[in-house]
């Protein structure tokens, strides 16, 4: 079972640069989520979907575009890299809200220099 | 608005001792509590859940939880540690809304010999 898979696990920027994390998963999960974690931060919602098409901003949404034009797969875009996003980005998805159990990717470290 | 708090950062016990870590939360409505385990270099993995069927609930791995209103407090305990069990442990919150989590900041479990 390959659940939720994120593409590439690490990447170096350069400062203004853009790019586009990937996110698939395979479970037919309505919900899906992008989180950052930093040291001592935790982690903090970047964006969600619902749903195909339905889309919405977290926590620290500025500097990141998102959208879901099918259920599988929810990419996450960098517009202009800056070295506050160096961070290891998650993305994570659920079958409903509320008290579904979130399975998480393996991550995808950024270093933006 | 939802948030966590969990105390310490880190928290060092030794092989076979109690693990206590600690975790209080704060809703506007009756939530949802999980918590998440991450080894390092790796996605996070549900440890356990509450969803309001019973106050004590038992997880993977030995570990168990007990929600107590009163003192919206949702600690995670085991009552030996292994060296296995070195990792960083998330307490998160859902309003059962859209599903996204609310997490804490984590605290880094250290075992010793």
């Known amino acids: 079972n390959a659940g939720v898979t994120q593409t590439p696990k690490f990447q170096v920027l350069k400062t203004g640069q853009s790019m586009t994390l990937q996110c698939a998963q395979d479970?037919?999960?309505?919900?899906m989520s992008w989180y950052r974690q930093d040291p001592g931060m935790g982690l903090r919602l970047i964006h969600y979907?619902?749903?195909?098409?339905?889309?919405d901003q977290g926590e620290v949404p500025n500097g990141y575009n998102v959208s879901r034009s099918t259920t599988e797969d929810f990419p996450l875009r960098l517009l202009s890299a800056a070295p506050s996003q160096t961070s290891v980005y998650f993305c994570?998805?659920?079958?409903?809200?509320?008290?579904?159990?979130?399975?998480f990717g393996q991550g995808t470290r950024l270093t933006v220099v | 608005a939802q948030s966590v708090t969990q105390l310490g950062s880190h928290v060092s016990v030794s092989e076979g001792a109690l693990v206590l870590l600690r975790c209080n939360y704060s809703?506007?409505?009756?939530?949802?509590l999980f918590w998440y385990v991450q080894y390092p270099n790796q996605g996070l993995q549900l440890l356990l859940k509450?969803?309001?069927?019973?106050?004590l609930v038992k997880g993977i791995n030995g570990f168990e939880a007990e929600f107590k209103k009163s003192e919206t407090s949702f600690h995670l305990t085991k009552p030996s540690a292994h060296m296995r069990d070195a990792a960083e442990y998330f307490c998160?919150?859902?309003?059962?809304?859209?599903?996204?989590?609310?997490f804490g900041k984590g605290t880094m479990l250290l075992v010793s010999p």
């Open positions: 994570a998805s659920s079958a409903t809200g509320g008290a579904a159990e979130a399975f």
């Open positions: 998160a919150v859902s309003d059962g809304g859209y599903s996204t989590l609310t």
């Open positions: 479970m037919n999960h309505e919900y």
């Open positions: 509450y969803t309001s069927a019973a106050t």
């Open positions: 809703s506007s409505v009756p939530p949802y």
């Open positions: 979907s619902v749903g195909a098409g339905i889309t």
